[in-house]
């Protein structure tokens, strides 16, 4: 059996005294649509940027050194809708990119969208080079030991497989014996190696990897892999818009919190992106960019502590 994340509450201390709160995520494993079937919300660039209002009270920041220049600079992978593309305009546009640009005019800000897929946001965060990550990352141990996270969003890894399911894939352990398309880096890598130490450990999944998730899909669609593992609103979004040609194979599993990458040290200005998430939560903004996104499945709640 593969590994499964432990999940706990996260206690927040927000900034300028405002009281602790618990950010839970809202799992929806058990409500997942059957097999083949894209979520009809999902798109990988809907009508109109989101234009995200502040509030009318803005916050009061204390001194940031990361904000200094007025900018939050964030790296991204922008490769992976609905969480985050480029638009026919050549624009950011996706989950992510909405949230920054809400946790950005609540900051009183600019933000600065860096593309510098996945694998190097990491090292690019130690070095100083960006002041966030929002790019999907989920938080895993090995993460948390180099950098700090806020959780914001919950999903799984999803299958998506050719059309009709020619291999009959319907959970990960049957994909002994393929191969599988994944992007360099993330969750899905792990997972696939993890199940070649184990359940396939004597009919081993051949792992492809890529740079770009866009990338492993094409493997897929053009046959030259028999699945291709990513985040589930990723996968049910390429299914959506492949025109008949690909489906989402079983339900999502391994369901994991995505997390905003902070350096380590900067404590001002996890604070400050952490009550602006608050703020966007609980006046609905958060709500909003999910829906219009197809992606409320992966919604988190902040409730006072103590609550259930």
Known sequence: MLPRPSFRSFLVIAALGVAALFILAACENGGAPPAGTPSPGASATPAGLYIC????????LPNIPELEDGVLNVGSDIAYAPIESYDEDNNPVGVDIDLGNCIAADLGVEV??????????????RGGEIDAILSGMTIKPGREKKIDFIPYFT???????????????????????????????????DQLEALNGDTCADDNVTIQTFDENPLAV????????????????????DALLSEGELEVAGEQFESA????????????????????????????????????????????????????
């Not at 897929?220 to 996968?235: H, K, Q």
């Not at 996104?293 to 259930?308: P, T």
């Open 112 to 125: 600065d969208y860096a593309n510098l897929g996945f694998d190097p946001l990491i090292p690019s965060i």
């Open 53 to 60: 209002t502040p509030p009318e009270t803005g916050t009061s």
């Open 218 to 237: 094409e493997q897929l669609r053009v046959g030259a892999a028999d699945a291709n593992l990513a985040d589930y609103p990723v996968v049910l979004n």
């Open 155 to 189: 999903s799984g890894t999803g299958i998506l497989v050719a059309a009709g399911n020619p291999e009959g894939v319907q959970s990960v352990e049957d994909l002994c014996g393929l191969t599988a398309a994944v992007q360099l880096g993330t969750t899905q890598v």
């Open 257 to 308: 919190p995505y997390g905003i990458g902070v350096r380590k040290g900067a404590a001002e200005l996890n604070d400050a992106i952490t009550q602006a998430l608050i703020n966007i939560i609980n006046d609905g903004r958060y709500d909003q960019i999910l829906a219009k996104w197809g992606a409320e499945a992966g919604a988190y709640k902040v409730v006072a502590a103590g609550q259930e």
